[in-house]
């Protein structure tokens, strides 16, 4: 960006993940985590400082889990399979 106006929009950790960022300098959000031990996606949604876990995608294609609550407190809802299959969730999370 132009300067004094940077944003940050990765960041590259030691291990191989990747976080991705949206939005105006100083109100990044986290928005996509790549995660290189298992090839797998996370994304998030909410405002900068209170992300929260929405979608985990694994690598293979197998499976799709999908997430509510606030930050810190999120929980399964749904997981959906690659050959049709879904589970339903309640209760709260731990």
């Known amino acids: 960006g132009e300067r004094g106006a940077e944003r940050m929009v990765?960041?590259?950790f030691a291990?191989?993940?990747v976080k991705y960022y949206k939005g105006e300098q100083g109100a990044e959000r986290l928005v996509r985590m790549e995660l290189a031990d298992d090839g797998g996606v996370e994304h998030y949604?909410?405002?900068s400082g209170a992300e929260r876990l929405s979608?985990?995608?694994f690598a293979n294609g197998e499976e799709v889990q999908y997430y509510e609550g606030e930050s810190g407190a999120e929980r399964m809802v749904r997981a959906e399979f690659a050959d049709g299959n879904v589970l339903y969730f309640e209760g709260e999370e731990g």
Do not use: D, Y
């Open 55 to 57: 979608r985990a995608e």
């Open 10 to 12: 990765r960041t590259v």
């Open 45 to 47: 949604e909410g405002e």
């Open 15 to 17: 291990n191989g993940n």
